[in-house]
């Protein structure tokens, strides 16, 4: 992958000698030690945080998971992450791989901001946090 390259000292772009392009590559300055360990990588999907671990790249994963097996989203999270570890750990890296889990929270402060931003599940309400019943209007 050419950024972790880069990332890492390798040359991106010709030097100049005496105002003619030279053979040299010059890098990218100033470099960070210890950055490529420090690239997260957000996975929406097992197959990419399986990528990410092979790569030896932080996992982030979120409610962004995107994939439908059939089973409760946190089982599906829980799958990724062990994916992650093992194509790590088969990859080779030596450092302890990273895993990061967050979530979105979006607050509603109105029937209207609800209407807006989740709609109603089946078309006819939703539920509020108390588990009754209310008709979107």
Known sequence: MR??????????APADADGRPG???LAVQPQ?????DRIWWGSGSRETAVWAGEQGMNLMSSTLLL??????????QAEQIELFR??????GHTREPRVS??????????????KIRVG??????WEDRRGSRQ???
């Not at 950024?3 to 991106?12: D, L, M, P």
């Not at 960070?32 to 490529?36: C, F, K, T, V």
């Not at 994939?67 to 599906?76: A, H, M, R, S």
């Open 3 to 12: 950024f972790r390259a880069a990332i890492a000292g390798a040359g991106v």
């Open 135 to 137: 008709i979107l209007r």
């Open 32 to 36: 960070s030690p210890g950055l490529a």
């Open 23 to 25: 053979n040299a590559m």
């Open 86 to 91: 093992a194509a790590w750990t088969n990859a």
């Open 67 to 76: 994939e439908n097996t059939q089973v409760p989203f946190d089982q599906l």
């Open 101 to 114: 889990v967050s979530r979105s929270v979006i607050a509603i402060t109105s029937v209207k901001g609800a």
């Open 120 to 125: 109603s599940p089946r078309g006819e309400g």
